[in-house]
């Protein structure tokens, strides 16, 4: 017999693993709402976020790992606010009831939701396509989120973390150049299907930058498509076309030398593809933010004693548009972007 | 030329009809994260439902209307836990992009956010099978939420509005009996549309009955397995399964006569389908509440104030279990359950 939905989640998600006490938490899953407190001057960052079978993830996609993904990126979008993470919703739409992959996703789900200390506040459970809907709520002080407004003319640029393992896992996950036909050794196995599944996304970056950065977002799309977004910030606010007409017409010049790439990166991909995956390869949820020179030096050294790599790999400039720029100073506009679900936009 | 993810959203979702100025809310859409503040004192209470293609709506859903009822469903939680509305994130899954629905979808999503003055957040539009993912956030002050649990014995039992409607308007939708093969005229028509795709989400109701009622919920999947959820409240929260054995362990009498039928409902449902439509049929939306005899007048009085229909369905006993009792007082178990997604529970 098939299990009702209430089974489902009384046995798989109202668990204490998962909606666990939290600070802040007045009301857990089981009612009409759940119910969040703040601390006075404290505001409440909310994102919401759906991955889809077929679209983001493959139909035999690892539940145990696949859960930690979609709560992870989510946590990324926590991140790059500089917000700490409370609890999480779940709207989860399934086609049948496989009680196994019901109990790994669970048990996917808890691993991060304790280690980031994010519990779930409830949920939905439905009949259809496999979708998951993951929305997070975080709190950050009053007036010291980080935003994707903000950069100015001689910021620096930087990004923690490498670039393009998500984008070259997904090529090898989908058997596609460059790793058609080849076969990994475990350990790079292991490598790719975690640059996919299990982004490092660290909670403690984005606190350590708040007040520091003067601009922050997390590499979804891309960098070339991210930072278009810090240049034209704000841009998707009501009201804001000409109150950012200012910061829309600010640019970027992207050392493209001093990107940082893995080890496995440069193993398995060959250098014409490297720029192509490190720039518009999506899903490596690492930050990018911009940082006054002033500030610089205090960030680098905030994010080093976090053990985060932090690299600096370009500068805000005046001219619109984002350059990339060679080792030699050699110059030349940017010509693709980053992953669009619809359509392939013009760069 | 398809459009962006980031067209559509700018041109139908990151409007100002839509996206508009609302206290407490810090920042709107276009961040990583939206950011919501909160009076002191006021807790925020916040709700995620879903709405699947096949399963909740027929694919050929009128879009305009397919948004109200998806915003309406999720606004009838705030209601029931005496909330007010603030705004919503959207997670909206799209097979394709067709720019004439998305345009009446955005359109009956504005017409309901704005007669609630609840503003659009932030969201997720991905390519998927169609797939509606709401979250309302709303504040209620703290301590005066209206929860499931706490229903006493001796408690009325209070419904607001009237029962069956959307089960009658699924059967007719589906033309199923009563409705095969009938042709509704005009007025019969389109009071079954709306008790379907507009249910009647008083979020006054809630407020004014802070403090009154012991404990509340919304009729979504028909007022008994709901009635059911208060006399088991809590169960759902993790640890909560000892704390609530006694209020487990109450039951109640409903009086099928006087449940609350509409005009059109007796019209169009024969008597003996009445019961079943009326007590197991689901999506209607009311509240159902409990109040205790002392605040009964005032609950009354409060809703008529307000124009909403308040009927009193029965009264919470001891004995565990729900019975059915007619005007003459003869009383039977109650044998039929609300919808479940998965499976059928046994009553």
């Given at each position: 017999?098939?299990?009702?939905e ?28 759940a ?27 690892d ?23 409370v609890g999480f ?35 939905d459970?439905?009949k259809?396509a496999l ?21 100015r ?39 790719f ?12 970056a ?42 829309g ?20 991909v ?13 899903d ?5 933010v ?19 790599e ?38």
């Open positions: 017999v098939a299990l009702t209430f089974e489902i989640i009384r046995r798989y998600f109202a668990r204490a693993q998962l909606a666990f006490a939290r600070d802040g938490v007045v009301l857990g899953p089981g009612d009409d709402c119910l969040l407190a703040l601390p006075p001057g404290e505001e409440l960052a909310i994102s919401i976020d759906t991955l889809n079978v077929g679209v983001h993830f493959p139909k035999d996609a539940p145990f790992l696949l859960a930690q993904r979609c709560l992870l990126v989510n946590l990324s979008d926590l991140a790059a606010m500089g917000a700490e993470p919703t779940l709207a989860l739409s399934l086609p049948t009831v496989d009680e196994n992959w019901i109990s790994q996703f669970s048990n996917g789900l808890a691993k991060v939701a304790q280690s980031y200390q994010c519990s779930l506040l409830g949920g459970t439905t259809g979708s998951i809907t993951i929305q997070v709520h975080g709190r950050v002080p009053a007036r010291q989120s980080l935003r994707r407004k903000g950069a003319v001689g910021d620096r640029i930087y990004v923690s973390g490498t670039l393009g393992d998500a984008a070259a896992a997904l090529c090898w996950m989908q058997n596609r150049s460059p790793f058609r036909g080849k076969a990994l050794d475990d350990d790079s196995a292991e490598f299907r975690n640059a996919f599944y299990r982004p490092q996304v660290s909670i403690e984005g606190i350590s930058l708040r007040r520091l950065a003067s601009a922050a977002l997390d590499i979804s799309d891309g960098l070339a498509s991210d930072l278009g977004h810090i240049l034209e910030a704000g841009d998707l606010s009501p009201g804001s076309q000409t109150q950012n007409k200012a910061s017409r600010i640019g970027a010049v992207l050392d493209v030398h001093k990107l940082p790439l893995s080890v496995m990166f440069l193993r398995y060959p250098p014409a593809r490297q720029l192509a995956l490190a720039l518009a390869g999506g490596d949820y690492g930050l990018c911009t940082v006054a020179p002033a500030l610089e030096a205090q960030a680098v050294s905030r994010m080093q004693a976090l053990g985060i932090f690299t600096c790999v370009g500068q805000i400039e005046k001219a619109p548009g984002i350059r990339m720029r060679d080792a030699q100073g050699v110059t030349a506009p940017l010509t693709f972007r980053g992953y669009q679900h619809f359509g392939v936009k013009d760069g």
